[in-house]
């Protein structure tokens, strides 16, 4: 009874670490998983009049008065709504807005871009500080030469162009914003992350190894210990008693 109740308890000690590091293993997938969003299950935009796109919330600002637009008003426009001026990552969200002014905000043949020729580097920038991973050019492009340079979109056909930063025709912006808890951690964090989760697991887990090596280390001692006292122990005892009588 005595071995059969060492063996149970082996067994449980056994499954508890099982337990422990598959413990482990999902705290260091939840962790991880934590970090990346889906593409349209963030959270919803702020109003009705924002339309969402992937992760991002766009709106269209119309200003009543007939007068040119410069770069820093356009961003004002949308700053005062939580937003700020449009910048576009991918053809997808190229497509996306064109769409929306053939179908939602029509009556403006061009707005205003978020891009910029930055003449401290020679580089081209957006104003939100969104990496520049895509471009859309008609014919003209920026040039170095020109440092005052900003871009509008054709509603239209999508294709940019390069347009006076302080003298815009139409006066209209097109914003855009990121919800906070649907923004994506950049491939540095990520990294961080998994660097971590997995330095705390093989820390952890040889700690739950030897420990469970030393409770069946001292089950065996205890099994050592109480063998003398053991039924068959008895037995043989009582038997020698019998036969010196």
């Not at 998983?33 to 109003?47: D, F, I, M, R």
């Not at 796109?53 to 939580?82: H, M, W």
């Not at 990121?178 to 961080?192: G, L, Q, S, Y």
């Amino acid at each position: 009874m005595r071995r059969m109740l060492s063996f149970l308890a082996a067994e449980v000690s056994r499954r508890q670490t099982r337990t422990t590091i598959l413990l482990c293993l999902c705290s260091a997938v939840c962790c991880v998983s934590g970090q990346s969003v889906p593409g349209q299950g963030g959270e919803a935009c702020l109003s009705p009049l924002w339309d969402q796109f992937n992760n991002s919330c766009y709106t269209f600002v119309y200003v009543t008065q007939k007068n040119s637009l410069s770069i820093e008003s356009a961003r004002k426009l949308c700053k005062d709504i939580g937003a700020d001026i449009i910048s576009i990552s991918s053809k997808e969200e190229n497509s996306f807005l064109v769409n929306m002014f053939k179908t939602k905000w029509k009556g403006l043949p061009e707005v205003l871009l978020g891009l910029f020729y930055d003449s401290d580097d020679n580089s081209l920038k957006w104003y939100d500080q969104s990496e520049v991973t895509f471009l859309n050019w008609g014919q003209v492009q920026l040039a170095d030469n020109n440092l005052n340079t900003c871009v509008k979109m054709n509603t239209q056909s999508g294709l940019w162009d390069v347009t006076d930063c302080d003298n815009f025709t139409e006066s209209a912006a097109l914003c855009k914003y990121v919800p906070k808890e649907t923004r994506t951690f950049d491939k540095k964090a990520m990294m961080i992350t998994l660097i971590t989760t997995f330095t705390i697991i093989s820390l952890v887990l040889p700690i739950v190894v030897l420990l469970h090596k030393r409770r069946n280390w001292s089950n065996g001692l205890h099994r050592a210990e109480v063998l003398p006292y053991s039924d068959d122990a008895v037995l043989v005892d009582t038997m020698e008693r019998e036969a010196y009588a």
